[in-house]
């Protein structure tokens, strides 16, 4: 496995990556993004949800890579782009120099806003209705049903995150939202975008975290290291 921390970084996204030991030429990438946007003419722009729900999901599964030892039978990237909110800049730049260079990647699932829950609705994972793989999204939603049982899960209608690049070069793609339906995140787009406010459930976070962290592990294989059991990973 290759060292914990980044080994790429540029202005357009910042990723970590674990190359298998087998002979496998496929990478399964997982990724959200790292820049926000305020209100309007308001240079603060926290993000706390947008993205900031996505980016602390993959940190979350760094993590826990580097806790157990934790080896892959397919390659892993585990990204956060930029310029997202600029018109996926980063990601559309990524997209295309994999495609250009013949990269097998077996999918990529995007975590964007995953953190708002409306209040008198279940948890919720929203999956990507118009723009993705239907294959992908299915796999997701069956992993749910198994690994984070308390989540409704739905399709979205909600688009245009960075799935959509690798979408757009013929990479099996989906984008993990936080409900189905429409946005109903009040402060979306907004600088009072915080953590530290009504509507902000960490505890979603945690079973969407689950099921990328699960989906990552069935499509790339794995293997333990001797005294880690399964549990741990959890």
């Known amino acids: 496995m290759s060292m914990p921390g980044p080994r790429y970084i540029s202005l357009t996204l910042n990723y970590s990556r674990y190359d298998t030991k087998t002979e496998s030429s496929g990478t399964v990438l997982i990724s959200g993004h790292y820049d926000s946007r305020g209100s309007f ?7 706390g949800n947008d993205d900031g ?14 806790q157990t030892g934790i080896t892959f039978r397919t390659n892993i990237e585990l990204v956060v782009f930029a310029g997202e909110e600029q018109g996926l800049t980063g990601s559309k730049a990524y ?3 994999l495609r250009e260079r013949g990269a097998n990647i077996v999918l990529i699932i995007q975590a964007d806003m995953l ?17 993705g793989t239907l294959e992908v999204t299915q796999l997701v939603s069956n992993i749910s049903a198994i690994y984070s049982p308390e989540l409704t899960v739905g399709f979205t209608i909600v688009c245009c995150s960075d799935h959509q ?13 936080e409900r189905a339906g429409l ?5 979306y787009h907004n600088s009072g975008d915080l953590s530290d406010r009504p509507g902000y459930d960490l505890n979603q976070v945690c079973s969407i ?13 794995f293997d333990l290291p001797e005294g880690v059991n399964l549990e741990e990973l959890d």
């Open 41 to 47: 003419s308001l240079e603060r722009a926290p993000g």
């Open 183 to 187: 946005i109903a995140d009040p402060m």
């Open 165 to 177: 690049s690798f979408h757009e070069q013929g990479y099996p793609a989906t984008h993990l939202f």
């Open 53 to 66: 729900s996505g980016t602390i999901l993959i940190l979350n599964i760094a993590r826990r890579i580097k």
């Open 115 to 131: 953190a708002y829950h409306v209040p008198d609705e279940p948890p919720q994972l929203g999956l990507a209705q118009f723009i």
């Open 209 to 221: 975290c689950k099921v990328q962290f699960a989906t990552l592990l069935h499509a790339a294989g």
């Open 95 to 97: 997209a295309k120099e």
